[in-house]
């Protein structure tokens, strides 16, 4: 099955016995300045012919290493120190990739084995023609012609779906978007048809519609190719369709490893199944609280007794702490856990917080607290003295969006990148005046605000940022960090200032020794509570949190949307959420707006607006997202295609280019907004999904 | 690309423009004006006057200065008032001569510092980078002076292998024709240039090494010597390109401790000259000439960076 009919070197697979990769043992050290970490202490796994295996786990769990390993592409300090990689490279013998000398790992990397990274804006090299740089491995692994390298590279390019692959060849990497540029990465790696595919995290750095266009070209060109796969990842919803079995690590080792459907439907150790439980679009109900996995993962600097996981696991006895749980269990589902879930009856042992139901107590009334009316904002696409006289061309960033938050509600802003979602945002928070269109807050206009007004106006409203550790001052303590927003505002004394950042502390959940310390000392999600206790330092009545937990795990995510749930009861805070993560917002928002190239293209209550999407590019999202499920139904019609400039947005309604159900009318007039499913559920269409909650038909 | 190029000269003429604006200023800060330092301090008012409405000192500013552009665009800087020769003409014999002295000692820089910089990058934390490193930071912080002295007497006293004067020939080919005496000033021009540019280079290659793409370029099968040549050193060479157009300027008006000491005829020891004999002319046809080096730099930059980084290509 692993026969290759395009390529002329690869000889007949062995038996079906024979695995095409078997990891055994494997043992990796990295050794930084002043320390060793264990990375990989033991992992094994295997890999037929043609079969697709997932790694899935949190920041540091090894599942990188481990693919890194394989090629020994290990970073700088990192070595393999027990061990084998056994790897049927299709002429005999399996090679022993883990004692393979430099030059023999060589005619695997890129030639029977081929590697996708995350980033595709960094991992091309930017002075080097796309031509170049897809037909180096053949160059380099095949006796061929630089003339017949060319062509086989384009060839190549037009197997993952690039348009025009000539011209591309000639192209450089920034005249591509992020998802061309993963396809010219996906080239890459398999221009020499390779017998293995490893995938690092592909498509985590890529939007949701590219994400599923990534992910179905992988699958389309591994049945085409029928090579096997390795894909890596933190997003179970990534893994859940795309693989046949699964590996779930922890701490350096495997907790679980089972086939895809059994792991999904079962999983039995119990970091797999707190994984599970922490996933928003896996909680009972909106508005609940998630459960978390408290404690962070282990640093793996000292091997760790006992279960790797015991300090974090509700279920953990005093074995788990002593004794290491050896990996085991029936055919095909084996995991390392002396409890494992399934086991006795699950009910009582959640992990951490029960899923209880939050009731809603915020105020009956709440009014309004932002209005905006009708709000655009351009930038001038050249930059420059003259710019503006010349005419130059713009870019509508944000084009015409209404909008009110009322008191007290978290509203969730959604959209892909470029659909405005960030500059909104921005807007609201006073950091730039929009070019037209007016923001009230509190009933007041923010553009008609004097100097000394605005900035008062700006304790009553805080940005809380996706990267916290950029936006801190690395030389400034958290203390200092915490106090300057007070210091500038001029509010209290020295001794209430500190008695506030302490109070913060609390309120975040940190602790009071916090202040003495620096933030590269946190943790991303400590981090994330820094972020939070900084917004909320001057007690605003709105916090406008742009992505605030896209970088984190699973696990610490949901930490922080409980945090952010509990804080907003507790303070009658208002939130303007803004997130590219459907299932967040839909755990978290109450009212939803879906942005698209800078229009607001519907709102209204989240569980209206995912359950009964009215405008079509909502319905396509929905369709699109990654279910962490994987017996769920296929997608009625997942979303094409790219979205187009916004410096040139197509006439009409701006989704029609990529809209199913587009028609002449679309190009011709803008759609107003309507409200044709009820109250306060309006959509931007001149065919909104009415009739039909399913796919879109042509109605 | 072209775009690019007409862009960036229209820019180097607006500067130079603005260049010639402050030399003109200058001229007329000239303490008791053009007339006082050319007839002395004992001229008469009459003469001082005479001299003024001949020169056309008399007239307004602005006129003055479309008279100073007049003259300089057909070539005229005026005359020098001690050496009896247009300074057009002193510029042309030395201006040459400099700009052999700076271009020897950059190619020589570039030669040596490329391979050195990725010499240390590659063998970070080794006896080797920390040998060079010690030997950039001493060559660097040595002044040219010590620096040209101890070479002298290494090379010139106690080996005599190249003699301490460099050649005094009137043209660059009678310069070159005198290889080994032009040798010296050369490399005590170079050292400091290749110290600085090797600590660049290393940083360079150090950070590209770090970058996505090479992690990329090496599962492809690369070996470390070709990612190296065919992926990292292009991108290292971009910072390298502003630092040789910020060095340009410098070695113009830098070469003067090297030509005073190696008693080189070129435009350093011209301007060494005129500062002590008052030669207020002469004095700003070399300001005017760093001037344009200085926008000659930055414009070579830009080239560099375009050829070098088709990022930048496409933005203009």
């Known amino acids: ?699 | 690309m072209i775009r690019f190029l007409v862009k960036r000269v229209a820019q180097a003429v607006v500067v130079l423009l603005l260049v010639s604006v402050i030399v003109f200023v200058l001229l007329h800060l000239l303490p008791g004006g053009p007339a006082r330092a050319i007839l002395g301090v004992k001229a008469t008012p009459e003469s001082i006057a005479h001299f003024n409405h001949q020169q056309g000192y008399d007239r307004s500013l602005p006129q003055q200065y479309v008279m100073y552009l007049g003259r300089l665009l057909t070539g005229d800087l005026g005359e020098s008032y001690k050496l009896n020769q247009s300074v057009t003409s002193l510029l042309a014999e030395r201006l040459p001569k400099t700009a052999l002295l700076a271009g020897l000692s950059i190619a020589l820089a570039a030669v040596l510092a490329v391979p050195l910089g990725v010499l240390q990058a590659v063998r970070r934390g080794k006896a080797a980078d920390y040998l060079l490193t010690g030997a950039a930071f001493l060559a660097y912080a040595t002044p040219v002076f010590f620096l040209g002295l101890v070479l002298i007497l290494v090379f010139s006293q106690q080996l005599q292998i190249f003699p301490a004067e460099a050649p005094q020939a009137d043209t660059v080919g009678g310069l070159l024709a005198d290889a080994p005496a032009l040798v010296l000033p050369v490399v005590t021009t170079a050292l400091g240039i290749i110290a600085a540019f090797s600590r660049y280079m290393r940083s360079a290659v150090l950070d590209n090494l770090e970058e996505d793409y090479v992690r990329t370029a090496r599962a492809k099968g690369q070996s470390s010597a070709r990612v190296m040549a065919r992926h990292v050193l292009r991108n290292a060479l971009i910072p390298l390109a502003t630092l040789l157009g910020l060095y340009l300027p410098t070695l113009f008006s830098g070469t003067l401790v090297v030509e005073s000491m190696f008693n080189y005829p070129g435009m350093g020891l011209l301007f060494w000259n005129a500062a002590q004999g008052s030669d207020f002319p002469v004095l700003l046809g070399v300001t005017l000439v760093v001037g344009v080096a200085t926008v000659l730099g930055s414009l070579i930059t830009d080239i560099a960076y375009a050829v070098l980084d088709p990022r930048i290509r496409s933005v203009s």
Not at chain 1, 70 to 75: A, D, R, S
Not at chain 1, 397 to 425: N, P
Not at chain 1, 457 to 466: E, G, N, T
Not at chain 1, 499 to 513: E, K, N, S, T
């Open chain 1, 1 to 699: 099955m692993t026969a290759d009919p395009l390529s002329a070197t690869t000889r007949p697979a062995p038996g079906p016995a024979a695995p095409l990769l078997a990891v055994e043992d494997l043992h990796v050290e990295i050794t930084g300045r002043d320390r060793t970490v264990h990375a990989l202490d033991g992992v094994s796994l295997d890999l037929a012919p043609g079969e697709a295996l997932g790694i899935v786990g949190e920041s540091g769990c090894g599942k990188t290493m481990t693919a890194l390993s394989v090629l020994g592409l290990l970073p700088k300090g990192g070595r393999i120190t027990g061990g084998r990689i056994l790897f049927q490279d299709g002429s005999g013998r399996p090679a022993d990739l883990a004692a393979a000398p430099e030059p023999a790992l060589r005619d695997v990397r890129g030639n029977t084995i081929g590697m996708v990274f995350q980033d595709p804006l960094t991992s091309l090299n930017p002075t080097v023609t796309i031509g170049a740089q897809v037909a180096e491995p053949l160059l380099l692994h095949r006796e061929t012609t630089r003339r017949d390298a060319w062509a086989k590279a384009e060839e190549t390019l037009r197997l993952v779906g690039m348009p025009q692959p000539a011209e591309r060849m000639r192209n450089y990497p920034h005249q591509l978007s992020g998802g061309m540029r993963q396809r010219v990465a996906i080239a890459m790696a398999l221009v020499c048809e390779p017998r293995l595919l490893i995938a690092d995290e592909p498509t985590t750095a890529l939007d949701v519609t590219t994400q599923h266009q990534i992910l179905e070209l992988i699958d389309d060109l591994r049945a085409r190719l029928g090579m096997a796969m390795i894909l890596v990842t933190h997003d179970l919803g990534v893994i859940a369709k795309r693989v046949d079995r699964v590996a779930v690590m922890y701490g350096g080792r495997i907790a679980e490893r089972a086939g895809v459907r059994g792991l999904f439907a079962a999983p039995r150790h119990r970091y797999t199944e707190a994984l599970f439980a922490a996933l928003p679009e896996r909680a009972a109900a909106e508005r609940t609280t998630l459960a978390t996995i408290p404690g962070l993962p282990p640093a793996l600097v000292t091997r760790p007794v006992g279960c790797r996981f015991a300090p974090r696991c509700a279920h953990a006895t005093a074995r788990c702490r002593t004794e290491e749980p050896a990996l085991a269990g029936e055919a095909g589902h084996a995991y390392a856990c002396f409890h494992p879930a399934g086991a006795e009856p699950v009910a009582a042992a959640e992990p951490a917080a029960a899923v209880d139901s939050v009731p809603d107590d915020r105020p009956t009334d709440p009014g309004i607290l932002l209005d905006l009316d009708n709000v655009t904002k351009r930038y001038a696409l050249h930059a420059g003295p003259f710019a503006r006289r010349r005419g130059a061309r713009e870019v509508g960033a944000v084009a015409g969006v209404s909008l009110t938050v009322t008191r007290g509600e978290t509203f969730g802003i959604v959209g892909e990148s470029g659909c405005g979602k960030s500059t909104l945002g921005r807007l609201v928070v006073g950091l730039e005046p929009p070019t037209d269109g007016t923001i009230r807050f509190a009933g007041r206009d923010i553009g008609a605000l004097s100097r000394r007004e605005l900035r008062a106006h700006r304790r009553d409203v805080q940005l809380m940022f996706q990267d916290s550790y950029a936006s801190m001052d690395p030389r400034m303590r958290v203390g200092t960090i915490l106090r300057e927003p007070l210091v500038i505002q001029g509010i209290g004394d020295r001794a209430a200032q500190l008695r506030r950042v302490g109070a913060l502390l609390d309120d975040v959940g940190l602790p009071r020794g916090a202040a003495e310390r620096y933030p590269h000392e946190f943790s991303g999600g400590q981090r994330q509570r820094l972020g939070l206790a900084r917004a909320l330092a001057l007690s605003p009545s709105l916090v406008v949190a742009d992505e605030p937990v896209s970088a984190l795990d699973v696990s610490v995510q949901a930490q922080i949307l409980n945090l952010m749930r509990d804080l907003q009861r507790e303070k009658g805070l208002t939130y303007l959420f803004i997130s590219h993560d459907l299932a967040v917002v839909r755990h978290l928002a109450d009212t939803v707006g879906v942005m698209y190239l800078g229009r607001l293209v519907e709102t209204g209550p989240a569980r209206e607006v995912f359950e009964r999407p009215l405008h079509p590019y909502t319905r396509g999202l929905l369709d699109t997202v990654n279910a962490p499920d994987p017996t769920a139904p296929a997608a009625g019609t997942p979303l094409t295609g790219e979205t187009p400039s916004a410096a040139a947005p197509p006439s009409g309604c701006r989704f029609r280019t990529r809209c199913p159900a587009a028609r002449a009318r679309c190009a011709e007039s803008e759609p107003a907004p309507t409200e044709p499913a009820g109250p306060g559920h309006r959509v931007a269409c001149h065919f909104p999904l009415v009739a039909s909650p399913g796919p879109v038909s042509s109605g």
